[in-house]
């Protein structure tokens, strides 16, 4: 496992690492977090968060001969169990490549917000697609588009706050999917997200903000941060799948 970064802001310690399968981030004492992830979602004290890559439908396991599956939470609660880690953990899957991890920070006198995130496009979707949720494969490969995204601040956000961090959040998502003319793959829209994306977002102990909209300071950076993230990701995904071309990137890779 290889160390990202370590943060220690007033109200909020943490380490981003980076592992074949798996990022993580683990705060050194309990935050609080709003999130949309399987495992610990919702309001919720965490001290870790685990963004691990499951194979999207492996060729020995079809789905269709399966009567039943582990449900995701249990999934995540087991390999998390299976490392020692201690303390809740919020938890969300990917199929997509662990290559496509980006972290972007900002900080400021009082501390500041990071973004990490790994992404994949090839299962993007405009919000108010029709719905494809279907239980089975029938041996077809699963998408393996999903943008997880992970924020936090060391900034003590009120329960508002952390619901309107996550609009934002949300907004930046989908201008950078903008931005490079993403489409859905179903009705050809400019895509939004994709169908299985998660966002938490962690709140320190430091300075008290019951706001967080794009008129604040801490709204600024998560959009700049998420951004940034984002758009290296997503050009790094393009890049991959189109060499021929040129994009533009924002950001980097960690060790370039």
Not at 72 to 98: C, I, N, R, V, Y
Not at 135 to 158: C, F, H, K, Q
Not at 214 to 234: F, N, Y
Request: net charge negative; hydrophobic share 40%; with cysteine.
């Amino acid at each position: 496992m290889r160390q990202i970064c370590t943060l220690n802001w007033e109200g909020l310690q943490a380490d981003i690492a980076l592992a074949d399968h798996f990022s993580t981030i683990e705060y050194h004492t309990p935050v609080r977090s709003l999130s949309s992830a399987v495992l610990g979602g919702g309001f919720n004290e965490i001290r870790r968060v685990l963004n691990l890559k499951v194979q999207a439908n492996p060729d020995e396991i079809k789905m269709t001969e399966r009567t039943s599956w582990d449900p995701p939470s249990k999934t995540l609660a087991d390999f998390a169990s299976s490392q020692g880690w201690e303390g809740p953990a919020a938890g969300m899957m990917t199929s997509a490549l662990m290559e496509s991890f980006r972290f972007s920070v900002r900080e400021e006198s009082w501390g500041g917000v990071f973004c990490s995130l790994t992404a994949g496009i090839s299962n993007a979707l405009a919000a108010g697609d029709a719905a494809q949720f279907l239980p089975e494969v029938n041996g077809r490969e699963l998408p393996t588009g999903t943008i997880n995204i992970m924020v936090g601040t060391n900034a003590d956000l009120s329960d508002s706050a952390l619901a309107e961090a996550l609009m934002v959040a949300t907004e930046a998502k989908t201008a950078v999917l903008f931005s490079f003319g993403i489409k859905s793959t179903l009705s050809g829209a400019p895509a939004t997200g994709t169908g299985t994306d998660s966002l938490i977002i962690s709140s320190g102990s430091g300075p008290k903000a019951d706001y967080c909209g794009k008129h604040t300071k801490i709204g600024q950076l998560i959009g700049e941060t998420v951004s940034e993230a984002l758009a290296s990701s997503v050009a790094y995904l393009l890049q991959r799948d189109h060499p021929s071309k040129q994009y533009m990137l924002v950001g980097s890779a960690p060790d370039s």
